[in-house]
């Protein structure tokens, strides 16, 4: 964590966008002396920032470092609660993992944990997830939506579109989202994500959101190398993650504000928009055996609509999907 | 042939529910019981065996078992009627989904009959369209019953597990 007067002079630095501030405007903004803003700054020094500090003009920021933690997250954050309260770690066994802690301990809704890299990322049943040191996202963002945990679902739909959004507003890659909300681009997977829940029986309390994103590899190990890619691999490019992260908290932000005031049928038009199994003939992998068939569409409560050979219409709650290559 | 806990063990829960009489017969052996001064016919037919020891009582009205002059919105709910009046504490899915009794399938499962939980331990997970929801069991005491089989499809309210509370 990190103290309300850092927060307040990177907002500063946001505002100014590159241009110079007087060390005399930082201090009354800050309410603090100035010599108190020449030990601020020196401190985003000692962490990687080039502070540039002219005479008789002031302080202006440079460049930032290739880092991911609170301050870059904040320097040039445009939404209103996401990502203001943030949790950095160097190294964590899993962001989820510290997010539920969090949770429980009463962390605020819109509260991140952000990591350079995990040890232990998991994903679905446990599955591991590839994330490696400085190379992409590995975020966990805390929710309290006031909605019965039978609705809590559909936000795992909502966070797919604002990975998608994020993604496309970011590289101008369109991406595909396979149902419920994995994120691919040439049919490789970019982005996964994995939400739970801490509920009573008729309320959620809070809902963790994991996101994990590949961002600046350049390969992958061999095992995953077929079914993974990252957008520096797609585009040629590499990306400033803060930037990412930045873009993606909006996004959340703003389908978030549109779901609790409209439902969930505005989000459902959007995830329509990206989705790539509609239409296509999918194979649905549960613990009970596959169904196979073609995937209609979703319900307005985003549970898949599969139809069998035979004209039985299936609804398909959890399952790994596979689609069927023409 | 039952053993005599397990008669025991019955004649506490005939005794404990609504239930008038009870007849029970396995491999040519019958038990019979009636409570007295019951004004009303209740049959419960027991369907072949696959029914575990003490849990035959909870076990039978889902298996469609002759029920005369009892209302039919107790029939629909079978096993909360009989739950309520054996003062067990029944876990019940908050959402549709996929019941997971382990947090991965090579894993042991969270809980087993027998277990001692408290109320915040986990008892199983639901998911839904990849939303994990870790299920607590809401009371101390010991599971007494699993009532759903792993990778099952759960609906919206349907008990769990059976909870005997401390």
């Not at chain 1, 993604?167 to 994120?183: G, L």
């Not at chain 1, 994991?210 to 040629?236: C, H, R, W, Y």
């Not at chain 1, 296509?280 to 209609?296: C, E, H, S, Y």
């Not at chain 2, 894993?107 to 997970?125: E, N, Q, R």
Request: aromatic share 6%; glycine share 8%.
């Amino acid at each position: 964590m990190q103290s309300e007067t850092r927060k307040q002079l990177l907002k500063l630095f946001t505002e100014a966008g590159g241009a110079f501030l007087s060390g005399q405007k930082i201090s009354e903004q800050l309410g603090c002396s100035r010599t108190a803003v020449w030990k601020h700054i020196e401190d985003l020094r000692k962490e990687g920032f080039e502070v540039e500090a002219v005479r008789r003009l002031g302080y202006r920021l440079k460049q930032m470092p290739d880092k991911l933690n609170a301050n870059e997250v904040q320097l040039g954050l445009k939404t209103k609660r996401f990502g203001w309260n943030v949790y950095d770690q160097e190294s964590v066994p899993s962001t989820q993992q510290l997010a539920h802690q969090l949770a429980h301990e009463g962390a605020e809704e819109g509260t991140i944990v952000i990591a350079e890299e995990q040890t232990a990322g998991r994903g679905r049943l446990n599955r591991s997830w590839h994330s490696p040191k400085g190379t992409g996202i590995w975020m966990s963002l805390i929710l309290r939506p006031s909605i019965p945990p039978q609705q809590a679902p559909q936000l795992t739909l909502l966070v797919a579109v604002a990975v998608a959004e994020a993604i496309q507003e970011v590289t101008n890659i369109v991406p595909d989202i396979k149902w419920p909300n994995d994120i691919l681009v040439n049919g490789k997977k970019v982005a996964g994500i994995l939400t739970e829940l801490q509920a009573d029986p008729d309320q959620v309390r809070a809902v963790i959101v994991g996101i994990g994103m590949n961002v600046n590899q350049k390969q992958f190990p061999n095992d995953i190398a077929p079914i993974a890619t990252s957008l520096a691999l797609e585009t040629g490019r590499t990306f400033h993650r803060p930037k990412i992260v930045q873009t993606l908290l909006q996004k959340l932000e703003q389908l978030y504000g549109q779901y609790l005031q409209h439902g969930f049928l505005p989000i459902k038009l959007l995830w329509e928009g990206y989705a790539v199994t509609i239409g296509q003939q999918i194979v649905a992998r549960t613990l009970n055996g596959a169904i196979r068939g073609v995937a209609l569409g979703i319900t307005d409560s985003g549970t898949l609509k599969v139809q069998t050979e035979d004209g039985a219409i299936h609804y398909i709650y959890s399952a790994d999907i596979e689609i069927k290559k023409e | 042939m039952l053993k005599i806990q397990e008669i025991r063990e019955l004649i506490r829960l005939v005794n404990e529910s609504n239930i008038v009489e009870f007849v029970y017969e396995h491999d040519g052996s019958k038990i019979k019981m009636k409570k007295a001064g019951a004004a009303e016919q209740v049959v419960v037919a027991t369907p072949k065996v696959d029914v575990p020891q003490t849990s035959v009582v909870q076990q039978q009205p889902p298996v469609t078992p002759v029920v005369e002059k009892v209302e039919v919105k107790e029939e629909a709910k079978p096993e909360k009627q009989v739950v309520a009046t054996e003062n067990l504490h029944t876990i019940t899915s908050p959402m549709v989904g996929t019941f997971y009794a382990a947090p991965s399938p090579d894993a042991a499962p969270y809980v087993k009959v027998g277990d001692k939980v408290k109320k915040d331990t986990i008892v199983c997970i639901v998911e839904a369209m990849k939303l994990f929801n870790e299920i607590e069991a809401e009371v101390d005491g010991e599971i007494v019953e699993v009532l759903v089989k792993n990778g099952q499809l759960v609906e919206y309210g349907q008990p769990l597990f059976l909870v005997k509370p401390e």
